[in-house]
């Protein structure tokens, strides 16, 4: 087996580096991180997530706060009891961030929607989806709170893409 992890460079407009380190290393010699998603926050640096794949199969969340000169704030795997693998995450308005993924049971998978707080403590989590496969995509927040994201069901035979708008707590509108 070989290790999977991610490694961030820091670098300018122009592509040349602008840190004295010539990268950042992320993750863990006991698992295989795979990034998924990087966007900026409101503090000028950034936030990353990806999936942490277990030796057992299974699968977490894997959550890091890089401040503007690519020093690590946090990083961490986020707690969860499903097979989870993240694919989206932005800075939510209000502090934290949120975070789309796949929850994987059986044989299927379902979208998640999750908060964190800013050190990646899980606030609350949403899911959607039926019986066949749903998979995410990326998200944004409007200046109300509202939270958008995109995705692609299994509606009976058919395979369509969706956008759902939720509240800012997760729960669909009315």
Known sequence: DRELNIFVFPAG?????????????LGSTETNEVASSISPTSNDGFVLTGTSFQSNATSSIYLA????????????????????RSTSVIEDRTGGFLLT?????????????MKTSNNGVTEWVQTFGGSDNDLSGSLVQT????????GTIELESQTKMTLVK?????ELKP
């Open 13 to 25: 407009a122009d592509g040349i580096v602008t840190s004295n380190s010539p990268f950042q290393w």
């Open 166 to 170: 939720t509240k800012p707590n997760g």
């Open 143 to 150: 200046l109300d709170g509202s939270i958008l994201f995109t």
């Open 101 to 113: 993924g796949l929850e994987v049971t059986d044989n299927s998978t379902d979208i998640f929607l």
């Open 65 to 84: 706060s890089l401040r503007n000169d690519d020093g690590l704030v946090f990083h961490v795997n986020v707690n969860s009891t499903a097979n989870v």
